[in-house]
Structures are given as C-alpha cells and as structure tokens.
C-alpha cells in the first residue's frame, strides 16, 4: 500500500472542542432566551439575532475563564452582546429596528391578551420609542427590557449584572424623561407598579 492510499483512508481528525462548565451551560440557560429577544428587537431578524446571540455565547464559553475573573460577569456579558449588536448595525449600515419591532410585539400582545389598554399605548407607540431611543445607555436598557420585552425587575437586574434598586431607580429616572419630553403626567405611584 502506497502512503497516499494509507493517507487518504485514515479518518479526519476531529478538532475536540473544551469541556465546557457546568456554570456556563447555567449562564446559557439563564440568558441565551433574553439575549436573543433584545437582539431581535434591534435587529428586527430572528435569524440574525440567533446567530448574533450564539456567536456572542461561543466567544464567552471560549473566553469563560477570563469572564469569570471580571468583577462582575453579568454586566460584562451583556457590555459584550450590546457591543455585538451595534457592531451589527454599524457594519449593516442602518438604525436599530426596535420602533418597528417592538410595536409589531406590543400589536400581537394586544391581539393575544384582546386589552383596549395595549392599543392605546400602540397608538402611542410612534412616539415613544423615539422617545426612549433618547435616553441614557442604562436608562434606555431597563425600559427595553423591562416595558417592551416583558422583563420583571429582578430579571432585567439579573441580565444587567446590576442590583433591582438600580433598575428601579432607571425605571424612575427614564419614566420621568420620557413623561416629560412627551408631554404627559405621571400618577404619583406610578414607580410603585411591578
């Protein structure tokens, strides 16, 4: 038998990828669900944000170690996949879809929940998002995931890496810019609300 007949019956070698932790599987569990929604609502493509959402976790199980050196893990994986998704925008060459998509969610919540309320807030939808866009970093984060993905207060802290008084204290502050630029009074207990 010649060498190149020996060569070419031998089985390819498979590239053995690391065992990944149990912790980071639990961090992909935890988040992959929430990231995928918030890249959507910014990309307006469900298949992109999967394969935007699966890229950013690769590079964290790949980099799981270092991760978990930062002091505060949470807030750098979610600096990361926001960083990716304006990377995304930036090399597409357009705005977030978020008006766009995030009306479309609140339309099929209307639709499913059939709540006059969810259609007035529609009809106020075209300036709110403009609205919302305006905001500080932070403050604009807690109202995406909070008021237009669903989030609960410990969840969008989670998925931050920041404590539920901050989110609340965003929530407050944002509310209020958001009132204020558009015009309209809020209740006084209107922060009280979960």
Not at 100 to 126: G, K, N
């Amino acid at each position: 038998m010649s060498d190149e007949h020996t060569s070419q019956s031998r089985p390819a070698l498979m590239v053995q990828l690391p065992q990944l932790p149990k912790a980071f599987w639990a961090f992909h569990d935890q988040y992959y669900r929430a990231y995928r929604r918030y890249a959507h609502l910014h990309l307006g493509d469900a298949h992109a944000a999967g394969e935007l959402v699966h890229r950013v976790l690769m590079h964290l199980a790949m980099n799981w170690a270092h991760l978990m050196e930062e002091a505060n893990p949470a807030a750098s994986a979610w600096a990361l996949l926001k960083e990716t998704v304006a990377g995304e925008l930036k090399l597409q060459g357009r705005q977030p879809a978020m008006p766009e998509t995030a009306i479309l969610q609140l339309v099929m919540r209307a639709v499913l929940e059939s709540s006059r309320h969810e259609f007035e807030v529609i009809e106020s939808a075209l300036g709110l998002y403009p609205a919302i866009a305006r905001l500080p970093e932070r403050q604009f984060d807690v109202l995406v995931l909070r008021h237009v993905l669903g989030f609960s207060t410990d969840t969008t802290a989670r998925i931050m890496g920041v404590t539920e008084a901050t989110v609340r204290s965003h929530r407050h502050l944002a509310r209020r810019k958001v009132a204020k630029e558009l015009g309209i009074a809020l209740d006084a207990d209107c922060d009280d609300e979960e």
